[in-house]
């Protein structure tokens, strides 16, 4: 049973905290995918969640610069845009 309880008390930790997709200051062209709560647009990169002001869902091939970086997600400032949305 305490092997039980240590699995459940790390379950959710993130173990990436070191190997993150994405970096602080760095240029990255995404899609974004979906809106969030706030209204910001979520990309995501090898899964990793980024908010980014400005842009929705649909939203194709937009260059973002990481402006911080969280242990689950980063926010991110546009660069530039495509009006693609297909």
Known sequence: ???Q???FMSYGQNTRSSTKPVE???EYTVDITDNG??????ARIQG???FVKGVK??????????SSL???FATAEIVTSSTDTT
Not at 57 to 66: F, M, P, S, T
Request: aromatic residues 4%; charged residues 30%.
């Open 57 to 66: 869902a649909g939203d194709k091939n937009v260059r973002i610069k990481i």
């Open 5 to 7: 309880l240590l699995t």
């Open 70 to 72: 969280k242990d689950r």
């Open 48 to 50: 990793f969640i980024i």
């Open 1 to 3: 049973m305490h092997t």
């Open 24 to 26: 602080t200051g760095k």
């Open 37 to 42: 709560s706030a209204g910001d647009g979520i």
